[in-house]
Structure formats: C-alpha cells, structure tokens
C-alpha cells in the first residue's frame, strides 16, 4: 500500500483506522461474522439493522477485495483508459500516474461505506485481528474470546496462483498488487484470459502497455459462449493487445521471459490472473466441526457448515465469485440463521459481466451447457448490427442470445455482448427471478433507441417461430373471413 498519497491515508481511516482499539466482548452474541468484505459487511448490517448484537472480525482492511483490489478500483481504471483510447495522452507515463492517483481517489472516497466507524455507528462490534475457533459456539481474537449462537464465515478469496517454473524468481502481480504500481509497464504480460485477465489487459493496453495476454484454453473467457470471447478477443487486439490462446505458459525464464504455446516472450512485468482462492486456512475449522470442500467451506444449500450454528457466505464457500452473489448469499445467512428460514441458495438468478468494451454479461445456461446436461433448447439471436442504438453509436460487434426450453419460452439463460451488456443481462435475470418468459419482453416498451430493444427483437423471433405452416393458414383462413 502506496504511503505518500493522502488517499492511502483517508482509506486506511475508514477501513483499518491507526489506533483502532477492539471492544471488550459483550456476552453472547446473536451473530459473530468473520470477515469484512461484501458478505460479512451485508451479514453484520443487516442483522445489526434488526437489532441483533452483532460482532465482526477482519484480519486486514474492511471491504474486502471488492472494494480494495478489485470492483471499485479496476472499473475506476477501465473508466479512466476509455478516456485515455479516445484521447490518447501525449506523456503515457504521466498520464498513468495521475490514472493510479485518481483510482486511490475513487477507493478512498467510496471506503466510507465500510468505514469501521460507521458500522459502530450502526450497533456493529468491530474486531481488528485474526479469528479462528475455539470450540463449536467460539471464536477468539486475539486476547478475546467472543461466543455465538450463530456465526457467518464470509473471508473471501485471494488471487490464485499457479505452479509455474521460474515465476516466484521473476517476481508477478496480482489483482492484489497491479494497483500499487509506481510506474506503466512498458511491456507486460497477463497470464489468464478470464474476467480480470480481458479486463486489465484492455486497459493498460489503452494506457500505453505493450500487452501480451496469454491463456491456456483455446479461447478467452472460456466460460462464456465462445461466440462472446470471439468478440472480446478482436476487441482487445484492436486495441494493440497480442492475444495468444491455447498457450499454457511451462516456465518463466530470467530476464522475465516466459515460454508458452511454444513462444518466449520477454517482458518488464508479468500479472497473474488465473482465478481465485477461498480463504480458509488459519480458521481452525476443525474445532468448531466444520469441513471443507470443493469451493471453501462446505455448506448445504441454506449455506449451512456441517456445525449447524455456523454458515458461510460468499467466495469463501461458492463457485460464484461476484460481489453480487456475496450480497445475495448473506441475505439468506440472515434469513436463515436469525428467523429459521428455508431460503436456498440454488434459487438464486446469478448473472455475471466482464466490463470490456464491448461488455460481456450472462446469465443462466449458454446452449452448450444446456445440450450438454441434455436439455431440448432453442436459441434466439440478435446481432448488435441489428439494434438501431448500436449502430448509432458504432458498436455493432456484438450480440444477444437467449437460450429458450424447446416447446416453450422459459428462458434457461442469455448471453449480451454490447457497451452495455450488464444492463441488458440485469433485465433478463429479473425476468428468469420472477417466473417470466422471452415473450413477456415482447408485451414491454422500451424506450428508442437504447440496446435493450434488443430483447423485444428477440421476443419477437420467438414469437416468428412460433408461426408454423399450420397456424399460418389458419391465420390466413380467419382473415379472409374477416373481409
């Protein structure tokens, strides 16, 4: 963490204030969460909000990753090099400086909203310190020993990082790290082509880095609909990025040279974006009889641990790593752990964004998941050069796709590549929330021209085929009867 930027100064005071003494435990509590990022934030204001006594422990900063090293100051980038590729500086390492001060800005003056003080404010114990059990209704920090009746998990995650030969020697960036940069890397190389991969790959590319992105599958965002990380990866290659797919990195030779895809590629810094990892360790799970599994913490579908007084919420125990989906899950530790709810956490409509230009979004089931878990699907299409608004605004290298169940408009799940795709995908998870149909988008007027008339052209195909010959020359008998 920079130490000669008042930003730096301000965000420490709101998420990990100098002189910050733990309150003495108040009895039993009715909830004690541990770790403050998006989850345990949601959990402990949430259930403080509903008059329960509330503790909350974080090991490092307040608002997690999300606020620190991830959402908040990686789209403050992103906004900053759209404006830099239309307006290229003339001094790209000045340019970079004032980019990185103004992302410090922009997370300091968002921090207040997790500021420990506020949550105090609100009726939330704050505890600075490692947590870990002491026993199945325990917890102790430090010199304190704070007991429950309920307790939420909610650590997140931290930056995975892969085997690689020579990589440790060389020296790498994480999402953790890339923000504390000094200076623009004059060449640099991503390792992974997922989300953060694509994302910050763009944008120091439009801040003047000589980017190489290198990922091990045969696409970038192979999650995605491969169609979708087709139109990224031009994207991003118009924009001066090498992208190279298909190219497991074997090794990082001195100099910072890495080898992939049968390639070496020398460069002045490398960035490590290769998906995440639960933080798990040092919580001595074993004392309070909780396992891990696949994703973190096991937990059952009320996001329950195999301790019944303990649930977990967020990256800490799901494959769904999004802000987004860390808020939802604590509302349903709330429920459920304080008011013997039933909410499941399988119910839930997760979408997602990568916020490339074009965006990425999507939500649900891409056909290929549908056709491989054996479900008739119908797939509707419409292209961006399709859709009035994007062809005002020159973006018409892009798509909406709703997969449908086949004989129905039950929406399995949609994919939206546009400026504004996570607008768009927000509108299709409401509608697979609620029970509605692609046709329902067809019964709704949006405004023109905007990207979101794309669904009613979708509905509209729906609706197109749904035309079979023999309702077609039914139709047309009606009409002629109607002259």
């Not at 506020?118 to 704070?146: I, N, P, Q, S």
């Amino acid at each position: 963490m920079r130490r000669d930027d008042p930003a730096d100064d301000e965000l420490a005071a709101h998420v990990r204030p100098p002189g910050w003494e733990n309150p003495r435990p108040r009895g039993r509590y009715n909830l004690v969460v541990i770790g403050g990022g998006t989850a345990g934030l949601v959990a402990a204001v949430g259930a403080a909000g509903l008059g329960a006594r509330v503790a909350l422990v974080e090991r490092d900063r307040l608002g997690g990753d999300c606020l620190n090293t991830g959402c908040v100051p990686s789209k403050a980038l992103i906004a900053i090099a759209r404006a830099a590729a239309a307006a290229p500086p003339a001094d790209p390492a000045a340019a970079f400086a004032a980019a990185l001060a103004r992302v410090r800005a922009v997370r300091a003056a968002v921090a207040e909203h997790d500021s420990a003080h506020r949550l105090r404010d609100l009726g939330v114990d704050v505890y600075f310190g490692a947590a870990r059990f002491t026993g199945r209704d325990r917890v102790a920090v430090g010199d304190a020993e704070l007991r429950f009746a309920r307790a939420c998990i909610a650590t997140g995650a931290r930056p995975a990082v892969p085997p690689i030969e020579g990589l440790r020697e060389a020296g790498y960036l994480t999402s953790d790290s890339v923000f504390d940069l000094d200076e623009l890397p004059r060449r640099l190389a991503i390792v992974g082509g997922g989300p953060i991969g694509c994302e910050l790959a763009q944008a120091f590319a439009r801040l003047g880095s000589k980017v190489v992105l290198v990922e091990a599958a045969d696409r970038l965002l192979p999650r995605d609909d491969p169609d979708a990380g087709g139109i990224v990866a031009r994207a991003l290659q118009r924009d001066g990025v090498r992208v190279l797919v298909g190219a497991p990195v074997d090794r990082v030779e001195p100099a910072r040279t890495l080898v992939a895809g049968g390639q070496r590629l020398r460069v002045d810094a490398i960035l490590v974006a290769t998906g995440r990892a639960p933080n798990v360790e040092d919580l001595d799970l074993a004392a309070a009889g909780i396992a891990i599994g696949p994703h973190g913490v096991a937990v059952d579908d009320r996001l329950r641990t195999a301790n019944r007084r303990v649930y977990a919420a967020g990256d800490c125990c799901s494959p769904l790593r999004y802000t987004h989906a860390a808020d939802a899950m604590a509302r349903i530790v709330l429920r459920n752990a304080l008011f013997f709810g039933r909410a499941r956490a399988s119910r839930l409509v997760v979408p997602w964004a990568t916020y490339t230009d074009p965006e990425v979004a999507g939500v649900g089931l891409t056909a290929a998941d549908a056709e491989s878990r054996g479900i008739a699907a119908v797939v509707y299409d419409v292209a961006m050069a399709e859709v009035d608004r994007a062809r005002t605004d020159g973006a018409t290298d892009g798509l909406l796709r709703v997969v449908t169940r086949r004989g129905s408009d039950r929406i399995l799940g949609a994919t939206a590549v546009s400026p504004v795709a996570g607008e768009t995908i927000a509108a299709v998870a409401f509608a697979m929330a609620h029970g509605r149909g692609l046709a329902d988008f067809g019964h709704a007027i949006a405004p023109y021209p905007t990207y979101a008339r794309a669904l009613g052209r979708a509905a509209d195909a729906y609706q197109r085929a749904r035309l079979t010959p023999r309702v077609a020359r039914w139709l047309a008998w009606l009409l002629r009867r109607r002259r």
